[in-house]
T-cell receptor, first 112, second 113 residues
Framework: AQSVTQLGSHVSVSEGALVLLRCNYS??????LFWYVQYPNQGLQLLLK??????LVKGINGFEAEFKKSETSFHLTKPSAHMSDAAEYFC??????????FGSGTQLTVLP | NAGVTQTPKFRILKIGQSMTLQCTQD?????MYWYRQDPGMGLKLIYY???????DKGEVPNGYNVSRSTTEDFPLRLELAAPSQTSVYFC????????????FGSGTRLTVV
């Protein structure tokens, strides 16, 4: 079965530090890949998406992700964390019938 | 432009009661989805629709039903509510194909007691 694994259910970083959220997918064929962010009591918002056009994908709010086929990874990074980045982040992959399969999420805490 | 609108935002049900979660989108999206979100479990697909009159089961369809009579509306019906259905429910829609990503509603928090 196609799956998405997010390593680390909770990640804490200091304000101004590098943010790295990890995502690995299972597939022999590069899929469509997405990162979503969820702020408290809100729905999910699309941060960025990979659709095979470029391996380094830039998204909103200074986030970017790099698709690495050899590692089956799509890790999310941001050079300098802001307090406003505190949220839950979900990695997702496209599958058959145009459905998304989501990882279990990573809660990002930003410390002052 | 309202996007995806879900109602109600909160609801408490007693075991055995029924209810319908409403979802409406105004973007003329063909694809619509219902997910449930449980702590530490990510989002699980309940049902989806690729157009009016066409629906199909997702990963966790038991205890739920859907219909899609119009492009705009995709209600989710819970029959005989059970405590296991306590969750946050999200409706989403997408334009034609998966590479556009989804637009999500703000969710319905349901508690079954």
């Amino acid at each position: 079965a196609q799956s998405v694994t997010q390593l680390g259910s909770h990640v804490s970083v200091s304000e101004g530090a590098l943010v790295l959220l990890r995502c690995n997918y299972s597939s022999s064929v590069p899929p469509y890949l997405f990162w979503y962010v969820q702020y408290p009591n809100q729905g999910l918002q699309l941060l960025l998406k990979y659709t095979s056009a470029a391996t380094l994908v830039k998204g909103i709010n200074g986030f970017e992700a790099e698709f690495k086929k050899s590692e089956t990874s799509f890790h999310l990074t941001k050079p300098s964390a802001h307090m406003s980045d505190a949220a839950e982040y979900f990695c997702a992959r496209g599958g058959s019938a145009r459905q998304l399969t989501f990882g279990s999420g990573t809660q990002l805490t930003v410390l002052p | 432009n309202a996007g995806v609108t879900q109602t109600p935002k909160f609801r408490i049900l007693k075991i055995g009661q029924s209810m319908t979660l409403q979802c409406t989108q105004d973007m003329n999206h063909n694809y619509m989805y219902w997910y449930r979100q449980d702590p530490g479990m990510g989002l699980k697909l309940i049902y989806y629709s690729v157009g009016a009159g066409i629906t199909d089961k997702g990963e966790v369809p038991n205890g739920y039903n859907v219909s899609r009579s119009t492009t705009e509306d995709f209600p989710l019906r819970l029959e005989l509510a059970a405590p296991s259905q306590t969750s946050v429910y999200f409706c989403a829609s997408s334009y034609l194909d998966i590479d556009y990503g989804y637009t999500f509603g703000s969710g319905t928090r349901l508690t079954v007691v």
